[in-house]
Every structure is written in structure tokens, then in C-alpha cells.
């Protein structure tokens, strides 16, 4: 951005508006332009002399600029911002015309001619007024220290409206003095320098005062908050409204300013006699568009143009050529910067690293680049090892493995095995002081374009403290399986990698062999498992070793020399684990618990046994119960379990309101059958009749074998009709039947008594009494019928059939 400076005529406020719109907004900035806006101040008070010295680029002047102009100082009006100039002279309330000024102290500027010209016009000579340098302070006119003083109406009236102050404001426009307000100017000498910043700037003032124009408030923000607090926001927004109608932008372009109007004003100095007759405004008025052509020139222009295209058309051919050219070269530079600048990156990289890095050349066996950092490893800067052969870098069993390495990886790259490219191998190499250092050497084998290895990369790296470590590590196993050992316990210890094992001389022992005596491999144990244990073993092996349980421990049987079994606690740990979480190494002990586990198995056969035996004894026992109950000859129930029911069913009938009916039958002269056919025919008949009762009574009712040849069926909740019903279809049923016995058939009738509660009796012995004396009526009455107890006297009821 170009640096320029506009001088302001005044301190900061909505005045110079326009100016820092365009700043803010970036008119400036787009335009090429970082405009400075410099307030007067006492060492840049006039605007004019600024521009003309150089201190500034361009200035705010008024009309008096037509007048310096006339008076040969090279200026040149760009842009007249205020149509019509709000200067005026402000004078105490009781001065009414200029004539009253005369002899008046009045507080003017030398430059502000418009009001001399005013006075000139009232008839008062400027000798006739006692001028007074202007102090800017308005308050000297209300506290009388002055008669009058020039201001701008868009300013001083405010405040001293504000005061209360009454006052008069004589303006020039009255008597037809209608001069130009804040004209933008610079000088002649930058316009012929510099036009086209001067009309850029021009420019971009000028959209800065639209701009202005329509956000007045958003500027006066901008003035309080960049610029200045002088002025209130009242202040500020009076002196918008008072300037937006002085600069007439509704009617009037902003930055218009027209030949004859200018003409006007020189002419009102000229009658002032401020400026000579002869003045000329030649050169003093900016035209913005640009000169038109005369008319000769178009032929002219026509032929050049013509000679132009030829002249174009060649110098766009080798431009374009001359264009490839340089894109040719700008994308190799590139291409050179990048690989440059990635070669350099790795070289950064390699120089920077721990690790070694390397590369061999095969056929010279000599190293074409060793990272510094090979001095750390072994002693020797990068110089002396690339000045050593690969021999000399390695011990000998070492350069005989990178080797055989070498020529494994390049045969097998010959074979297109592409994995071949890359091994890794552990490799002494020694130092300068004679050390020998470990180390991890990862190669690739690099190609050149015929496939050929020419050449291998390759990282060394230190893995003397990775040695230290695993041996640490060795040497704790071995102290804690030692440790074990010690406490007599058997101890194993496995590489599940590779499968080599240690048994401790006890844990061969417990088994019966001798030291030397078994392989030392895992599979040797698993052999020696019984093949009913083996899975068991060998899933809790592998949960743990899956990282499913903390440790392993399972119980099992284990073949002895002798050929017997022991029974094995075993128990262990993964003790190291890969990277990956593999196990690698596990430690473990095992216990013989075989005289445990057979006093386990001896209380285990003792209890089978006595569960047995109990299951024995509980039958036993409810056998025992029902005998206890039951009739030995019929399997009914016996007079005993009739006496408790009875008892019952009669206490639950009481509570409960419900009927309850008794049975009582006898078969009858039964002792005639006995007689005739033997005891056991009458046995065979008492069982076929309890056979009867059995499967035709519900399952509430209760028959029982109440004596010899007699029968009592207790009826829960059966009323005595019912029962009676009931009775009857038994005795229907003993009658209808044929008994087979042997060679013989066998008849036999029944009487059967009826009795029900409450009604016959309310206790158990009276209802059996009852239902007996209404068995004994069946009997009096003829046998092989059905009677029931009829109250006191008897009635008894014949068949009910
Ligand atoms: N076979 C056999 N007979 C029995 C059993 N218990 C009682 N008796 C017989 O039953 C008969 C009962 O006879 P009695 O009391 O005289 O009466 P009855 O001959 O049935 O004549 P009534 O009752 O008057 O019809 C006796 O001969 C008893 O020996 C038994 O368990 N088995």
C-alpha cells in the first residue's frame, strides 16, 4: 500500500465523515492507498501550505483555495464535498445587522474570506472591524470577550444553542455570496506525478462520503470510538443533519463542482480586490474523466493498432514459448526443491536417530552411509566405519550370519519371493575399545532397475540393555524355581514356545522315577495323564493361557512307574507373556493328594451306602405305618384308623354344617359258608367284597373292616337318603354276584344299616351305635335288605327298593 496523508482543516468530527468511511469501509485499501488523516493541529493548521511543502498528499480546503490558486500557488481543486460553505459569523443577540460590527471585536481567520467579502458587500471595510485572532473558543462570545466570531453553522450554533445563549448568525448566502464549503484538493505537481492515485483517491473519498452520507450513525459511532469524544453524540448527529443539507447530495452529485461557480467566487474576490485582474483558473479545476482524442488520431490509431495486433500476435508467440519455458524450469527448480528438501528430511532424520542407519554397497562390501549416531554404538565416527569393510564392522561368527542372510534374502528375491526384501537378525559387532556390543540389524535389500540388489539398507540397533533385561528376567525365573524347589514342592517349568520342560527330581519322584528318568518336554506330562483327565487338563491349561483365569489349577490322576495312579493337585502360572499377550514361559508345581482323594472317594462309597440303607428303612417305616392302619386280609382300613377318622369327620361335619352318613354291614350267615366251603373260601370272599368297596366308593370316603365278617364305610358330607341309595346298590350288587372259589360259586347277601349325622347321632359313638342297631333291624327283619336308624322307637324302613 501506498503511504499518503490528507490534512484535515479541523479537529476530528462528522466534518470529515467521508474520510473515515472510506477508511473503514477499505475504499482506501482497495484503491492501493494507506491514507493517514492528520488533524490541524498548531504546526498543521493550514492545509494549503501542507500540501504545497509536501507534508501532506492532499488537503481540505474552502474557496479560499480559487484564491490562493489565483494568486499563482499551484493547487488543484479535486472534489467539492460541501456544496454551499456553513461558515458564518455569529454575533451577540443585540447586534441585528453587520453595520453593527462596526468597531466590534470580531474573531476572524485571515483565510476566511467569504465573511470579509460579506462585510465588503454590508458597506463595512475589513478596516473597520477590530479583528481579534481567533481563540476557538466560543465561550469568549458569551462571556462578552469578543462582539462576533466566525464558525460553522454545522458546529459552534450547536453548542452555544446548547448554552442558551441567544445570538445572531449572519451568512454570506444572504447577500448571493454562496461559496463552496470543504473542497478536496492537492497540489499541481502530485496530480502530474501521480494521476492515477490522485483520482483513485479522489475516488475512493468520495464513495467514503455516500457511505457516510447513509450511515451517518454508524460513523458518528466510528468518531466517538477511533477519533475523537470531543462532541457528544448530539453534538455529532446535529452537525450531520446540519452538513447532509449544506452538501444538498439529493440534488447534487458529492464532489461536483462546477467552472462557473468557481468563476463566481474568483469574481467576489476579484471585486474584494483580493486577487489581480489578470488572474487565470487554468489548471485549477480536476477533470475526472479522462481526455477525449482529436479527430485525426483514429486513422492513426487505426494503422497502430493494426501494426500492434502483428507485433502482438509475435510477441504472444514467444511469450507463450518463452512462458512453457519457464513453467519447464519453474516445475524442475520445483521438482530439485522437493527432492532436495526430502532428501534433506531423511538425511535429518538418519542423522538425528538412535538408531543406526546405514547403507551397504554389495559389491565393494563398503558402506556408502553411516548416521553419526554410529559413534555412540561402536566407538568409530560415520568417516572411519564407511572406511572399513562390512567384515570389519562385525565380529566373525556375526559377518558369517549377515551373510548367510544376505545371500538367503537375495535368492530369495531371485525366486520372487518379494518377503525376502526384508530380515531382521541379532548380531554382535564390536566396539573401539573392544567391547562387544548386541544388536538388532534389520536390512532391505534395495534394487536398481534391472532387479539386481545393489545395494542394502539396514538399522542397527542397540539391544545390550534388552539383553541385560532378559537375563535379569532368566536369572529371576531360575532363582524362584530354585526357591521352590527348595521347599521340597514339585516343581515344572515350561517354554510352551518350544516346548522343552524342567521337572523338579520331586516331581518325578512323586511319580516314582528317578531323576533322569523322563523327558524334559511338556508332552511328557501330558503322556502321563490319565486319558479320562486329559481334556479337563488340558482345557484349564488353555483358559489360562488365553488369560480366562488368574492361574491354573485342576485335579487329575497321573500314571506312576509302578503303573498305579496318583491322584495330582496341579497348579501354575504363565510367568512371561510375548508382546502379543502369547505365553511364552509357565511355572508350576503339583501335589499329590492321592490319600485325600481316596479318603474322599472312601466316605463318598460310606455315604452312597447309608443313603441306601435310609431309603430301605423309610419304606420300611411307611409300610410299617400303613400296616398300622390297614387290615392285613382286605387291605381296607382297620377298626383303629376308623376310630380317628370317624372323630374327625364328625368334628369337621359339626364345624363345617355338613351331613355325614355311616354305613354298617355284616354278610350275611357267613358262618354257614365257612362251614361249607372252608375258612379260606370265606377269606376269598371277604377280599372280594373289600375288592367291591374298594373301587365303588369316592375318594373322600373311608371303608373300613370294622369286625369278622362287618363293614363300616364312613360317607363325608353324604346326606342319609343318599347313603341309603348307596347301601342299596352294594347290596344289589353282593346279591347279583357270583364269587368263583376253586371248583365252586359262591353267593353272598349283605345287611347293611344306615345312620346320619346329626341327626342319628352327634358323636361318633352314637352314629356306629346308630347305624349298628339299624344293621341289627336288617338282620331281625330277614337279612339282605337295607334299614336305617329311624329314632326312638325304632321305625324301621323296609327295602328301599
Ligand atoms: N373265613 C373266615 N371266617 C370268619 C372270619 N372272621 C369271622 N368269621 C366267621 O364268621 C362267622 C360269623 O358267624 P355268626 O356271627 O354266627 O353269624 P352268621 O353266621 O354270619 O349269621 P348272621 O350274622 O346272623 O347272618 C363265624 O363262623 C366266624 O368264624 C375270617 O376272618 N375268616
Not at 599 to 624: G, K, M, P, V, Y
Request: aromatic letters at 8%; a negative charge; charged letters at 25%.
Amino acid at each position: 500500500l501506498e503511504q499518503v496523508t490528507l490534512q484535515l482543516k479541523w479537529k476530528h468530527q462528522f466534518q470529515f465523515a467521508g474520510y473515515y468511511a472510506a477508511l473503514e469501509q477499505g475504499y482506501y485499501r482497495q484503491a492501493g492507498l494507506d491514507v493517514v488523516l492528520r488533524e490541524a493541529d498548531s504546526n498543521n493548521s493550514d492545509p494549503v501550505a501542507a500540501v504545497l511543502d509536501g507534508r501532506a498528499d492532499y488537503g481540505i480546503g474552502a474557496s479560499d483555495l480559487v484564491l490562493e490558486r489565483a494568486r499563482g500557488k499551484p493547487l488543484v481543486a479535486l472534489a467539492v464535498i460541501i456544496q454551499h460553505s456553513p461558515l458564518v459569523l455569529l454575533t451577540r443577540a443585540d447586534l441585528d445587522t453587520a453595520q453593527d460590527l462596526k468597531d466590534k471585536r470580531v474573531m476572524l481567520l485571515p483565510s476566511e474570506t467569504e465573511l470579509f467579502a460579506y462585510l465588503a458587500r454590508e458597506g463595512l471595510a475589513r478596516s473597520q472591524i477590530k479583528e481579534v485572532p481567533h481563540s476557538f473558543q466560543w465561550v469568549d462570545l458569551i462571556e462578552g470577550r469578543v462582539d462576533a466570531l466566525s464558525g460553522y453553522s454545522s458546529d459552534e450554533t450547536f453548542d452555544l444553542k446548547a448554552s442558551r445563549f441567544h445570538f445572531n448568525q449572519f451568512s454570506p448566502r444572504s447577500l448571493g455570496i454562496d461559496f463552496y464549503g470543504d473542497t478536496l484538493f492537492t497540489s499541481e505537481a502530485k496530480l502530474q506525478a501521480r494521476p492515477l492515485q490522485v483520482a483513485a483517491f479522489r475516488q475512493a473519498s468520495l464513495d467514503g462520503w455516500k457511505y457516510a452520507l447513509e450511515h451517518p450513525d454508524e460513523i458518528i459511532d466510528l468518531i466517538q470510538k477511533r477519533y475523537s469524544s470531543r462532541h457528544s453524540r448530539a453534538h455529532l448527529e446535529f452537525e450531520a443533519a446540519e452538513l447532509k443539507r449544506l452538501m444538498a447530495a439529493d440534488l447534487v452529485e458529492i464532489g461536483q463542482m462546477k467552472p462557473g461557480r468557481w468563476q463566481h467566487i474568483a469574481e467576489v474576490y476579484q471585486e474584494l480586490g483580493m486577487i489581480p485582474t489578470d488572474y487565470s483558473l487554468e489548471g485549477f479545476l480536476y477533470d475526472p474523466t479522462p481526455p477525449k482524442a482529436p479527430g485525426w488520431m483514429m486513422p492513426a490509431l487505426l494503422a497502430f493498432a493494426t501494426l500492434l495486433l502483428a507485433m502482438t500476435i509475435a510477441v504472444g508467440y514467444f511469450a507463450q514459448l518463452n512462458r512453457r519455458l519457464h513453467q519447464a524450469l519453474a516445475q524442475r527448480d520445483e521438482a530439485l526443491r522437493q527432492s532436495q528438501e526430502s532428501e534433506e528430511h531423511y538425511r535429518l532424520i538418519a542423522d538425528n536417530s538412535d538408531d543406526v542407519i546405514w547403507l551397504l554397497d554389495i559389491d565393494s562390501r563398503r558402506f556408502t552411509y553411516v548416521s553419526p549416531s554410529v559413534h555412540r554404538l561402536r566407538g568409530w565416527t560415520a568417516e572411519e566405519v564407511m572406511a572399513q569393510s562390512l567384515d570389519a564392522a562385525l565380529t566373525p561368527a556375526s559377518a558369517t550370519i549377515i551373510s548367510a542372510r544376505l545371500q538367503e534374502g537375495m535368492a530369495g528375491l531371485a525366486r520372487g519371493d518379494r518377503s525376502a526384501q526384508v530380515s531382521m537378525t541379532e548380531v554382535d559387532q564390536p566396539h573401539k575399545d573392544g567391547r562387544i556390543i548386541p544388536t538388532e540389524v534389520s536390512t532391505t535389500l534395495l534394487t536398481d532397475a534391472a532387479g539386481r540388489v545393489t545395494r542394502v539398507l539396514g538399522v542397527s540397533r542397540n539391544i545390550t540393555e534388552r539383553r541385560k533385561l532378559e537375563a535379569a528376567l532368566r536369572d529371576n525365573e531360575e532363582r524362584l524355581r530354585l526357591a521352590l524347589e527348595s521347599t521340597g514342592d514339585s516343581v515344572w517349568d515350561w517354554n510352551i514356545q518350544d516346548g522343552t520342560a524342567h521337572y523338579s527330581d520331586s516331581w518325578k519322584s512323586v511319580l516314582g522315577y528317578g531323576p533322569n528318568e523322563l523327558k524334559n518336554t511338556v508332552e511328557a506330562f501330558f503322556a502321563l495323564v490319565h486319558p479320562d483327565d486329559l481334556p479337563r487338563v488340558r482345557e484349564e491349561l488353555e483358559r489360562h493361557w488365553r488369560g480366562e483365569t488368574p492361574n491354573y489349577r485342576c485335579e487329575f490322576r497321573m500314571q506312576a512307574k509302578q503303573d498305579d495312579w496318583h491322584w495330582i493337585l496341579g497348579r501354575g502360572m504363565v510367568w512371561t507373556r510375548s508382546s502379543e499377550g502369547a505365553p511364552l514361559r509357565m511355572l508350576g508345581t503339583h501335589l499329590d493328594i492321592t490319600e485325600r482323594k481316596l479318603a474322599e472317594f472312601a466316605i463318598s462309597q460310606a455315604n452312597t451306602r447309608l443313603q441306601a440303607q435310609l431309603e430301605e428303612i423309610q419304606t420300611l417305616q411307611a409300610r410299617l405305618a400303613d400296616l398300622a392302619v390297614r387290615d392285613g386280609l382286605t387291605g381296607l382300613f382297620n377298626r383303629r384308623y376308623l376310630d380317628e377318622t370317624l372323630e374327625r369327620e364328625v368334628a369337621r361335619a359339626r364345624r363345617d354344617g355338613h351331613p355325614l352318613s355311616v354305613i354298617m354291614f355284616d354278610l350275611d350267615l357267613f358262618k354257614n359258608l365257612n362251614d361249607s366251603y372252608g375258612h379260606r373260601a370265606g377269606d376269598h370272599i371277604l377280599k372280594a367284597v373289600a375288592d367291591i368297596l374298594r373301587t365303588d366308593t369316592r375318594a373322600e370316603d373311608v371303608a373300613c373292616r370294622y369286625g369278622g365278617e362287618e363293614f363300616l364305610i364312613v360317607l363325608p358330607g353324604m346326606a342319609l337318603d343318599h347313603a341309603c341309595q348307596r347301601a342299596e346298590t352294594w347290596r344289589a350288587r353282593f346279591e347279583a354276584s357270583n364269587f368263583s372259589f376253586g371248583n365252586f360259586t359262591l353267593h353272598v347277601t349283605g345287611s347293611f344299616g344306615v345312620a346320619g349325622y346329626p341327626d342319628h347321632g352327634k358323636t361318633p359313638d352314637e352314629l356306629t351305635h346308630a347305624a349298628d342297631s339299624a344293621l341289627y333291624q336288617a338282620k331281625h327283619l330277614g337279612r339282605n335288605r337295607v334299614e336305617f336308624y329311624g329314632g326312638e322307637p325304632i321305625a324301621f324302613v323296609t327295602k328301599l327298593q
